[in-house]
């Protein structure tokens, strides 16, 4: 009896899901219904995910509706997403595509029990061992995100033989972020998903989702703590680093009841904490961790070891608030991690804050929408220089970090998204990104301060994003296409030395240079 009634079920769904596909949708209705016959299964009878990636306005903004359409259409090579051109008319294709870029009737939630019950150990921490499967060098590793196809390559930084190359989460976002000892790194999803994978032994070994639409990652400095930033819902999530593990949820609500998206949040290993920027909020959100109990060493972009040097007295895991005179949208920080400096909203200008005090000690004048997540910095003259491209603006901006002066503004041609370099190397190198000449970059000679080259590594395809080596002899760049490559250049000579075909490469990231925070690579 159970069985036919299964039965019964079941052929009634075939034939309600052949009626709804028959139809050409007149409204949201229809949409909707064609929505749980054809989607749902895979991304969430409410579009929050599952198999398939959240399909919301928030995570879907690198993908326009054009190409949303055309991926309901052919399906997705290498995924598990069915072309429905031959089920689905071209009204319905449509109808379904405009449908995933409205915002919900009700705004989802993911509290507590949503991401406790995401959490999957594949290997707990400690099982696996401790000797990598490979000979290369562990701390010379280039970790490569292909966004074409949602995998990622794990590369020998000596030789740039491909290692590994393994699928990760839909829309990986904000840089993936290593342990101290590059034994592990983190991936953060734009739906939310964190992954934490072993790269000594090519596992993926613990996944949890800390929100529906997350904007960035960060692991505290001696490799213990997790935080996660969300547009969606309002929060910032902690999580133990060992297996993921959630430890505390912070609704990010000001004291009025207010509440924020986080524009990012970052690890600042010499204060012992994470600083956190709001979007909706003037404020600044500073989170200590722990205290280690032996120091931990390292070098380049810090200043000092990290020792966890606080100008305040606020208990670990606890919000310390500092108001800021705008909202805060993209920041970077000094070397001691003393100064955060801040571009305000609209990208029309800039501002430092002294994170003990709370106090804006300085504006800047930087118009244009200026990019101070791949800001970098460097020794000119006798005195320390922060370098940054525009989103909005065909030029690179330079200053003095003494004074927080403008020392020069170089023309470029084209805004730019990333800008790179490495301690031993004499050049930067920054992308046109944006605009008609997005196939060349600019290489920056850090003593004149002019541009000494610009190379096209392949006329009409977009060259972006540098990462060095960790001795700064070599580097990265991307051909930012679906049939791409990452490019291998001599540092000095500035010659092409090989190609690595990928599927449209954006990132870079080696583990000396991020462990170590060299000062030419970003958080």
């Not at 290369?136 to 490569?144: E, K, Q, R, S, T």
């Not at 608030?321 to 070397?335: A, E, G, H, K, S």
């Not at 571009?343 to 029309?348: I, L, M």
């Not at 392949?458 to 049939?483: C, I, M, N, Q, Y």
């Amino acid at each position: 009896m159970k069985r036919a009634v299964s039965l019964r079920t079941s052929l009634q769904a075939l034939v309600a899901a052949v009626l709804v596909s028959a139809m050409a949708p007149a409204g949201a209705d229809d949409t909707r219904a064609l929505y749980q016959a054809r989607c749902a299964s895979c991304h969430g009878e409410a579009r929050l995910g599952g198999i398939g990636p959240a399909l919301l306005p928030g995570n879907l903004s690198r993908l326009k509706p054009q190409a949303a359409a055309a991926v309901i259409r052919d399906g997705r090579p290498a995924s598990q997403m069915p072309a429905f051109g031959e089920q689905l008319d071209d009204g319905q294709i449509a109808s379904l595509a405009e449908w995933i870029y409205r915002e919900p009737e009700v705004e989802p939630g993911w509290a507590k029990e949503e991401i406790l019950a995401s959490q999957v150990v594949r290997h707990p921490a400690g099982s696996l061992p401790d000797v990598p499967r490979f000979d290369a060098d562990p701390l010379n590793l280039f970790i490569v995100v292909e966004t074409g196809d949602h995998h990622a390559s794990l590369l020998d930084g000596d030789t740039f033989e491909r290692i590994h190359r393994f699928e990760t989460r839909y829309a990986l976002h904000g840089g993936p972020k290593y342990t101290p000892d590059g034994r592990h790194v983190f991936f953060g999803s734009r739906d939310g998903w964190i992954t934490k994978y072993d790269l000594y032994n090519l596992e993926v070994v613990a996944e949890v989702r800390a929100g529906i639409n997350m904007r960035n990652i960060a692991v505290s400095g001696d490799g213990r703590y997790v935080m996660a930033a969300n547009t969606l819902p309002h929060s910032l999530v902690l999580f133990d680093a060992h297996n993921l593990e959630l430890m505390k949820v912070y609704p990010v609500v000001g004291e009025s009841g207010e509440s924020s998206r986080v524009s990012a949040v970052y690890a600042a290993p010499p204060r012992g904490s994470f600083i956190a920027a709001l979007k909706d909020l003037e404020e600044v959100w500073e989170i200590p961790w722990p205290l280690p109990t032996e120091p931990v060493v390292s070098t380049g972009h810090m200043a000092t070891p990290l020792e966890q040097q606080r100008g305040h007295d606020t208990p670990s895991f606890q919000v310390r608030r500092l108001p800021v005179p705008d909202y805060l949208d993209d920041f970077f920080f000094d070397l001691e991690y003393e100064h955060v400096i801040g571009a305000s909203r609209g990208g029309q200008g800039g501002m430092v804050v002294n994170l003990d005090s709370g106090e804006k000690v300085a504006d800047l004048p930087l118009e244009g929408m200026p990019h101070l997540g791949s800001g970098i910095t460097w020794e000119h003259e006798g005195r320390r220089v922060m370098a940054l491209p525009h989103l909005a603006k065909a030029a690179v901006s330079i200053i003095d970090m003494s004074d927080w002066s403008l020392i020069k503004t170089l023309e470029t041609d084209g805004p730019g998204f990333f800008m790179r370099s490495h301690a031993n190397s004499p050049y930067a190198w920054v992308d046109v990104f944006f605009g008609p000449h997005r196939d060349r970059v600019h290489v920056i000679d850090k003593a004149s301060l002019e541009i000494i080259e610009t190379l096209t590594p392949e006329p009409g395809k977009t060259a972006a994003h540098v990462e060095f080596d960790r001795d700064g002899e070599k580097l990265l760049l991307s051909l930012w296409e679906d049939d791409g490559a990452v490019i291998v250049y001599d540092g000095d000579s500035l010659e092409e030395e090989k190609r690595i075909p990928m599927s449209k490469p954006s990132g870079k990231y080696n583990v000396w240079n991020k462990t170590r925070y060299e000062e030419g690579t970003s958080h």
